[in-house]
């Protein structure tokens, strides 16, 4: 995105998330920071059920949560595991769904616990992404 981004903040924020994850079923904690148009930063965590399908990822917990707060533009989202040995791991295909809803030019910091990261964006991840653009205009 064109706007500065304070990545040190989005990036604590997330590795901050990861304590409030609630995984005691694969033990995969997951947490997103996004940050929105205004400067805000809004948290989202994993949050598993014994029923594996009724999990919500961090990133949608995160976009859900900035977007009941009246959040509908975003500038950034940061995201991070505490697994894997020092890789990173993208958003599910679920979640780059979602956050193709609010631009295919959102950047992506995808955060290794040690606090070091990579940068993305929803476009490079979601190729022929289906976009509210894809929908044909209501003739009314």
Not at 3 to 19: R, T
Not at 36 to 48: F, H, L, Q, T
Not at 121 to 136: G, H, R, S
Request: a neutral charge.
């Amino acid at each position: 995105m064109s706007q500065s981004v304070d990545v040190e903040a989005l990036v604590s924020a997330a590795l901050d998330g990861l304590k409030f994850s609630y995984c005691p079923y694969s033990e995969f904690q997951v947490s997103a920071a996004i940050l929105c148009a205004d400067g805000s930063i809004v948290k989202g965590v994993n949050v598993e059920n014994v029923s594996y399908g009724l999990a919500v990822c961090a990133e949608r917990a995160a976009v859900f949560n900035a977007v009941s707060l009246g959040h509908r533009q975003f500038r950034a989202i940061a995201i991070c595991s505490s697994k894997y040995n020092g890789e990173t791991k993208g958003p599910c295909g679920a979640c780059r769904q979602v956050l193709a809803e609010f631009g295919m030019e959102l950047d992506i910091y995808l955060v290794r616990a040690a606090g070091s990261w990579s940068k993305t964006t929803i476009k490079d991840m979601l190729p022929m992404a289906f976009t509210p653009e894809c929908l044909p205009k209501p003739s009314h």
